[in-house]
């Protein structure tokens, strides 16, 4: 069969460029790719960075889906079955709202695909496709397919050394996709030596793991790092907050070239912590774990959501002064967004607080319910203005990392990505994004 795999579109958010969009390839369509037999012929679009090519006769379609591009894959799945290809639809949002998902696709797949991908493609071919196939049995580590990075058109793209080691995440957080009915129930890691043969296989080394929790086995992380201490990595990863417990896993990340590390602070209020069973979050740790992870020489990409229940509009203005007197390096910021499928939405869903069903606005960009502590409008201007006044040129000044050697990566993401995006991406257009990454990969290795 010749198939062709879909990333749509995404709607970018008011802070976004391109940068964004083409930071990385899909790993879910170079997964699918590695599972399909070679006597298939597979072609993969990432809409966000190449038109679809509609006109192409292939004999089946699959579509990786998260929420707020829902809508779109829901257009080209007509556009496909209208002429008679068969469309097939898997990825977070369908496995959390498989419902939802049914009538516009010629079969579903709820779980992982690793078991799932092989008999949907022999029932394509014997034309038997069922509607809906689920794989939510507990599945094991060495069962997880490492991606085809051999599919990769690396010049499409910031960067193509990201990993995933794990997946899922053992905390379920109400606003959280580990908080659906559908949701994996267990985390798994992949086996030491398969993680090391991906690596291998991107033949670089700056990695970014992006596992929902790189700690969630902090035993699995212990030994995986000391398996690549030989190979002098610089890497990032994203963690749980709890981690600020755990002293002797933090000096190993420091001795193996850890750089950053992603943490979901999430609020500095313990009520709106609590509010969604965040439970690994303990506000009055907070200062502690940022003083440990610069006394490492790690930097912090901090994320926040706004809009939770016990919010009110000075949360803006005490978040600011936080993340500057901590001298936070970069952060993210979210509006609260109740994800069909989650805890959250239901909750809302049932207080009647959801406003907007329009799933291309649940980008955590639009306010889509009813806050409780202050209005929407208010919600979304904060939202707004302190993503202005973090990556003021003030600010950036104010949050300069104390070790010199981080400056640049530092800069490089605050003024080139983020204040002067824009300009940025035209210079990507006219070279190529993959090369500027590499760029500030190759800068980033002189500075010891």
């Not at 990825?91 to 992982?112: N, Q, R, S, Y």
């Not at 506000?283 to 706004?306: E, T, W």
Request: proline letters at 4%; aromatic letters at 10%; glycine letters at 4%.
């Amino acid at each position: 069969m010749k198939i062709k795999l879909i990333q749509p579109a995404m709607l970018p958010r008011p802070m976004d460029t391109q940068l964004k969009t083409r930071m990385a390839p899909s790993l879910a369509l170079l997964t699918l790719a590695a599972l399909t037999p070679a006597t298939h012929e597979v072609i993969i679009e990432n809409e966000n960075v190449e038109a679809i090519n509609f006109s192409d006769a292939v004999d089946l379609v699959a579509i990786t889906v998260t929420v707020d591009v829902m809508d779109r894959a829901v257009e080209i799945s007509k556009f496909f079955r209208a002429q008679g290809t068969k469309v097939i639809a898997g990825g977070i949002h369908i496995t959390a709202d498989p419902a939802g998902a049914l009538e516009h696709f010629d079969a579903i797949c709820v779980g992982m695909a690793e078991r799932v991908w092989p008999r949907m493609l022999k029932d394509s071919e014997n034309n038997t496709l069922r509607s809906i196939y689920r794989d939510m049995d507990h599945m094991t580590g060495s069962e997880i397919a490492p991606p085809s990075y051999g599919s990769i058109d690396a010049g499409k793209y910031l960067y193509t050394n990201i990993i995933s080691a794990s997946r899922g995440c053992p905390f379920k957080c109400d606003f959280c996709y580990n908080s659906c009915e559908n949701a994996q129930k267990v985390f798994i890691t992949r086996p030491v030596e398969d993680v090391l043969e991906s690596i291998r296989a991107l033949r670089t080394r700056h990695v970014m793991f992006i596992d929902d929790n790189f700690i969630g086995d902090p035993d699995w992380t212990k030994r995986f790092l000391e398996a690549i201490k030989p190979l002098k990595l610089k890497w990032s990863a994203a963690v749980s907050s709890n981690i600020v417990d755990m002293a002797a896993l933090l000096d190993l990340m420091k001795e193996t070239g850890c750089q950053s590390l992603f943490i979901g602070f999430e609020s500095l209020n313990s009520a709106s912590i609590n509010s969604v069973h965040k439970t690994q979050n303990c506000v009055s740790k907070y200062d502690r774990l940022v003083r440990a992870l610069h006394d490492r020489g790690i930097m912090v990409n901090a994320s926040f959501v706004f809009g939770l229940d016990e919010d009110d509009p000075a949360v803006f203005d005490n978040t600011l002064k936080w993340i500057v007197d901590n001298k936070i390096e970069t952060v993210t910021s979210h509006i609260l967004t109740p994800y069909p499928g989650t805890k959250l939405y239901e909750r809302f869903l049932n207080e009647g607080r959801i406003t907007d069903f329009n799933l291309s606005r649940y980008n955590t960009a639009h306010v889509v319910f009813r806050p409780r502590g202050m209005t929407a409008e208010a919600l979304y201007g904060g939202y707004l203005s302190l993503y202005e006044e973090i990556y003021s040129f003030r600010n950036i000044f104010k949050r300069l990392p104390r070790h010199k050697r981080q400056w640049i990566a530092y800069l490089a993401f605050n003024l080139f990505y983020r204040k002067f995006g824009k300009l940025t991406e035209r210079v990507c257009l006219g070279v190529s994004f993959n090369t500027i990454g590499k760029f500030f990969r190759r800068l980033a290795y002189l500075v010891r």
